[in-house]
């Protein structure tokens, strides 16, 4: 009886030692796979360690880090001014991975990239471009049969980062792009889907569909993915080293917070971005000694994961700063 009275008096000290530090983060799609393949890596490296995160678009990640329900925030554009000054701390913005928006779609017995133009792109999701075969899509694609079928539009139903970057790249290039441009916009044609696992699915199951997401989801799935003509006059494929080419300009005079879209560089394909962690800059010290760990391990052990998953591991430029950023990070004690 007395032993089996010290037995159970050990086993909740045992199970109190071990339990895990939970860190909640949510977020942009966009750099799921990747950031899913980094928190499973990183319980091995800290085993006291989980990291949940839930991929709910930037717009529902800035949101609840606003409000202070997460440990983290992520998203594929930085937070505007007006969403920063909502927050009742301050907020570091720290890149983790650099990737692409591709347009990609659904043609039968299509086997060659198609070659696409902003003013192309821009009216077919504005509706101005309606079938397959129109002139301005076949004069583009002079070697392949274009189909006398309907496009069915399909882009991102939620608050996005995808869809800033993909419509700030619009609205750059376009003088006559009206839907304009942001993490949410009224799109006139098309249907919704939710998250870029979303818009996935309604691509890989409609005929004719044709859509925006983030690189890595196309390329996971091998969908095919159109070469887009950037700002040099050449159509780039979306590749590892066409997107880090986007970002090869940031340095002291430039920052990883400011856009790369639409890059001058004459290989660079021109609807490239960086992802952030958003984070707090002041954190109790149990969460963010944490945080700054795994973040610290994402930029460096961690990037090796990022070309497997189609991903572009960020260069070293932008990592140095990056490692500056992480500095200004505070932790206070909770009884402080």
Known sequence: MKYTLLLLLFIPFAFSADKPSLINGA???????????????????????????????????????????LDFGASDV?????????????IVHIPTTLSAVVL??????????????SAVIAQIFDGRIKKWNDPQLT?????????????IVVYRADGSGTTAVFTEYLAKTQEDWKVGYGKSVNWPVGIGGKGNEGV??????????????????????KLPTAHVKNQAGHFIEPTMSSVQESAK?????????????????????PISSFSYL???????????????????WALSDGQKFSEPLYYVPLPENVITQAKSAVKNIQLKNASS
């Open 27 to 69: 977020g942009a799609t966009f750099p799921y796979i990747l950031y899913s393949k980094w928190f499973s890596e990183y319980s091995k490296v800290d085993t006291t360690v989980k990291i949940n995160y839930r991929s709910i678009g930037s717009g529902g990640g800035i949101r609840q880090l606003i409000k202070g329900t």
């Open 78 to 90: 930085p937070m505007k001014e007006y969403e920063i000054k909502k927050s009742k701390k301050p």
């Open 104 to 117: 990609t779609y659904n043609l039968e017995n299509i086997t060659q990239p198609l070659h696409l133009t």
């Open 139 to 151: 004069a583009l694609n002079k070697n392949i049969e274009l189909p006398a079928q309907d496009i």
């Open 200 to 221: 996935l699915g309604l691509v890989q199951k409609t005929p004719g569909a044709f859509a925006y997401m983030g690189m890595g989801y196309a390329m996971n799935q």
């Open 249 to 269: 300009d940031v340095g002291p005079r430039q920052s990883y917070i400011e856009s790369i879209v639409n890059s001058k560089r004459e290989k660079a394909y």
């Open 278 to 296: 958003l984070v707090y800059k002041e954190m109790e010290e149990s969460i963010g000694h944490v945080i700054i760990n795994f973040i610290q």
